[in-house]
């Protein structure tokens, strides 16, 4: 035995295997880790959408009113893009509503884009149900071929699918 050499160590070729194992684990996890951070960002995107569509429907519950009129609060849904407005819709005096007035502009991130869903609805003050009397809306987001569902019952209750 070589006095210069240590008994236990790696020979080249065992290196160049473990190596190479780890390349051809990593190349097949890439593609799912791509895959599994788009779906989590769209989840992401419904659930932001599903906040901001309750926090209308909880203004709309407590009455909230805006420059002395009583008000209801709704959503803008600008299809084919990224974007929705959130808003309300005063009464005139008479019990009747106007057109809506969006105050805020929210985007959804990059490559998302609504694919269903399109106009706007308000939310009953007081009660919270929807406001033309539909029985649902529905919202659909996409990104590629994967989609997020949002239901909007006419309770209030909001579903994310």
């Known amino acids: 035995m070589n006095k210069f050499l240590p008994a236990s160590a790696f020979t ?10 780890m390349g051809i684990l990593t190349a097949l996890t890439i593609p799912k880790f791509s895959q599994f951070s788009s779906t989590r960002l769209l ?6 959408l599903e906040i901001d569509i309750n926090s209308l429907k909880v ?7 805006q ?17 929705y407005e959130l808003g309300y819709s005063l009464d005139d005096g008479s019990g ?13 991130s990059d490559g998302i884009t609504f694919s ?11 009660t ?4 033309d009397g539909s029985d649902s809306k529905t919202i659909i987001i996409s990104k590629g071929s994967d989609t997020r569902t949002i239901n909007v ?4 209750k909001i579903d994310v699918q």
């Not at 269903?116 to 007081?126: D, I, N, P, V, Y």
């Not at 019952?153 to 209030?156: P, Q």
């Open 96 to 108: 009747s509503y106007g057109a809506g007035v969006f105050v805020s502009t929210k985007n959804l």
């Open 153 to 156: 019952y006419k309770n209030g």
């Open 128 to 131: 919270g149900k929807i406001a």
């Open 59 to 65: 203004k709309a519950i407590s009455g909230a009113s």
């Open 43 to 48: 989840d992401r995107n419904a659930r932001n």
């Open 116 to 126: 269903s869903g399109c106009g706007q609805f308000f939310f009953e003050r007081l």
């Open 12 to 21: 080249l070729i065992e290196v160049l295997v473990v190596v190479s194992i």
């Open 67 to 83: 420059s002395s009129h009583n008000a209801r609060w709704g959503i803008k849904i600008n299809c084919n893009s990224s974007s």
